[in-house]
């Protein structure tokens, strides 16, 4: 599984951005998705994840409300819309695959991590 996450930016707060993670060869179909992210000099945190069906979807409390993850598996792809962002937001945001078609919040759950795409948000 190589998993690719796209669609950082800089934006200003109170925007909405949309990530997308997808894996080229087509392998995490069956597998759990979780985004999680990581801001300079704290720990990696868990933001959001979405079954392997998509029938069950996990926030973390700062995520809840303000970010939905879904995943399209006819086109490969999983997404974290991100609405109201705030200052506090500012990350790197990763996408991983779960070793299995469900995942918690552990970043021992996953076992599949993309690079990560920088998102900024200005207050």
């Known amino acids: 599984v190589q998993l690719q996450s796209s669609g950082g930016g800089f934006v200003q707060a109170g925007d909405s951005l949309r990530l997308t993670c997808t894996d080229p060869?087509?392998?995490?179909?069956?597998?759990?998705v979780g985004w999680f992210r990581q801001a300079p000099d704290k720990e990696r945190e868990f933001v959001a994840s979405?079954?392997?069906?998509?029938?069950?979807?996990s926030y973390a409390d700062s995520a809840k409300g303000r970010f939905t993850v879904s995943r399209d598996r006819s086109k490969n792809m999983v997404y974290l819309e991100m609405t109201s962002l705030k200052a506090e937001d500012t990350a790197v945001y990763y996408c991983?695959?779960?070793?299995?078609?469900?995942?918690?919040?552990?970043?021992?759950?996953?076992?599949?991590w993309g690079r990560g795409t920088l998102v900024t948000v200005s207050s």
């Open positions: 991983a695959a779960g070793r299995g078609s469900f995942a918690g919040r552990s970043r021992y759950d996953y076992a599949y």
């Open positions: 060869r087509r392998t995490f179909s069956n597998n759990a």
């Open positions: 979405v079954s392997w069906n998509a029938e069950r979807t």
